[in-house]
């Protein structure tokens, strides 16, 4: 479970976050909506402490995401990310990027960490893929390899962050359900995106975010058909 | 009547050998001038990107002195001052010191280039993983900076396998020098300073050649 309360985010003297709450339960899969710069990208960083918090109590499972004592790489394990740009290691196979972690961070033997890799790869339907470079494929194959590479950590929780944002057009559906997909297994997923259609099939809560407060969370029935808040009528009227 | 005396001689093929000697001992100061340097350099290229300001008022003035100075005036300079502090050091070894840290100081700014090089969202998609700083550090910036300033580090080494003619000046005899005492003795330096060229030019011909090939590997 991870558990955020009264999370506050300066970027210097900037207020990104002001006072998040939020609760999200093991199976859950939360999608996070809101306009640019509204603080939602950001709230994933602070999640698995790749952006510092200046008053913040994140909890992953009990482990207090930035208190001091914290081995994060050990808990960024649990949390497997996946980024608007898919960063591919481009001087690795697509089996290497998969296996490199778990053989490095996990200290899996080469051929277990190889036949990790092989399989989260099958599993993102890249199983012909293994031995390409990432030059080589397309930007909706490379951010599968990254939702890969992310899975054969075994994380608890998958982040994406605005995951389909830097796709063409044609190829943001097969990201999107690869992403799908994971929902049906039963992943716990925090989803930034600006997917519409997917917040509103997938996810079982949706959380709007404006200008670094969470103004409404809800059942995507509510935040969709019945939105309480004025900025989320108004937000949901423009990308419509 | 006294038999005469004659001070030059023609080129003969034991000079040949001769030579051949000299261009290893050019090789042999190079490899570990340069092997060595680059080490520290990238040591330095680390604290340059990383130490900030600090760095910026320590190292970074230290190696632009090494790196702005003439290399002749560094050898003479040292060779004759390290004595002064007890360090005796014949003409090989005051080379290596210096030639290293010419290339340390050289090799510093590419170094830093090259972590420059790996931009940070990829180096927090490696922490996202799990990956210490570290792991970060050896397994996605070495490899992936390493590559895009490759080309401009075989540029640096290839110089100072060159500019280690300059330790000549300090009596130790590789190419350069050996070349210098045969022109003295044959009198003749068109021929002598031509083979000594193509000396120099099959010591580095391979390692651009070969760098190439791994560039292009890369590039698949």
């Known amino acids: 479970m991870i558990e955020i309360h009264d999370l506050h985010k300066y970027f ?14 093991k199976g859950e ?8 710069g509204s603080g939602k990208s950001t709230l994933l960083y602070c999640i698995n402490g790749l952006e510092p918090v200046q008053q913040s109590n994140a909890v992953v499972d009990g482990t207090d995401v930035h208190a001091k004592g914290t081995d994060i790489n050990k808990l960024r394990q649990q949390l497997g990310m996946v980024f608007q740009q898919w960063n591919s290691f481009p001087h690795l196979t697509a089996l290497e990027n998969v296996a490199l972690a778990p053989k490095i961070v996990k200290g899996k033997s080469k051929a277990e960490a190889r036949e990790i890799a092989a399989q989260q790869l099958k599993h993102v339907g890249l199983g012909e893929k293994l031995d390409v470079y ?16 992310a899975l054969a950590m075994e994380p608890e929780y998958m982040l994406f962050d605005e995951a389909t944002s830097a796709l063409d057009p044609e190829l943001v559906g097969e990201v999107l359900e690869t992403m799908r997909m994971l929902a049906e297994e039963g992943m716990t997923m925090i989803c930034v995106t600006h997917e519409m259609g997917f917040a509103r099939d997938v996810s079982d809560r949706v959380a709007f975010f404006h200008q670094g407060v969470m103004e409404e969370i809800g059942p995507p029935e509510q935040i969709f ?11 949901l009227a423009n990308v419509r | 009547m006294e038999p005469t005396v004659s001070f030059f001689s023609g080129f003969a093929p034991k000079d040949l050998l001769f030579l051949g000697e000299a261009a290893l001992r050019t090789m042999w100061i190079s490899v570990l001038s340069i092997s060595i340097g680059t080490l520290l350099g990238v040591v330095f290229g680390w604290i340059l990107y ?13 190696l632009d002195i090494f790196r702005s100075v003439p290399l002749i005036i560094q050898l003479v300079l040292f060779y004759n001052f390290a004595p002064i502090v007890g360090l005796n050091l014949d003409p090989f070894a005051s080379g290596v010191v210096i030639l290293t840290i010419y290339t340390a100081s050289l090799v510093a700014n590419v170094a ?6 790996v931009e940070p969202p990829m180096r927090r998609a490696a922490r996202s993983l799990g990956m210490s700083y570290w792991q970060d550090l ?8 390493g590559r895009a300033v490759f080309p401009a580090w075989v540029g640096v080494a290839l110089g100072v396998m060159k500019d280690s003619a300059l330790v000549s000046v300090l009596g130790y005899v590789e190419l350069l020098k050996a070349s210098q005492i045969l022109i003295t003795r044959t009198q003749e330096p068109f021929l002598i300073l031509s ?6 030019f099959a010591l580095s011909y391979p390692i651009s050649r070969y760098a190439a090939s791994l560039e292009r590997k890369w590039a698949q």
């Open chain 2, 112 to 117: 830093r280039g090259g972590i420059e090089a």
């Open chain 2, 138 to 145: 050896r397994h996605v910036v070495l490899p992936i900076g």
């Open chain 2, 50 to 62: 990383e130490g900030k300001w600090a760095a910026a008022l320590t190292v970074a003035p230290i």
């Open chain 1, 12 to 25: 210097g003297s900037l207020h990104v976050l002001k006072g998040i709450n939020l609760n999200v339960e």
């Open chain 1, 225 to 235: 058909g019945n939105p309480q808040s004025e900025h989320t009528q108004k937000f």
């Open chain 1, 29 to 36: 899969v939360l999608s996070v909506i809101g306009a640019s």
């Open chain 1, 134 to 149: 990432p030059s080589a494929l397309s930007g909706g194959q490379q951010q599968r390899l990254a939702i890969a590479r």
């Open chain 2, 195 to 200: 083979i000594a060229g193509a000396f120099y």
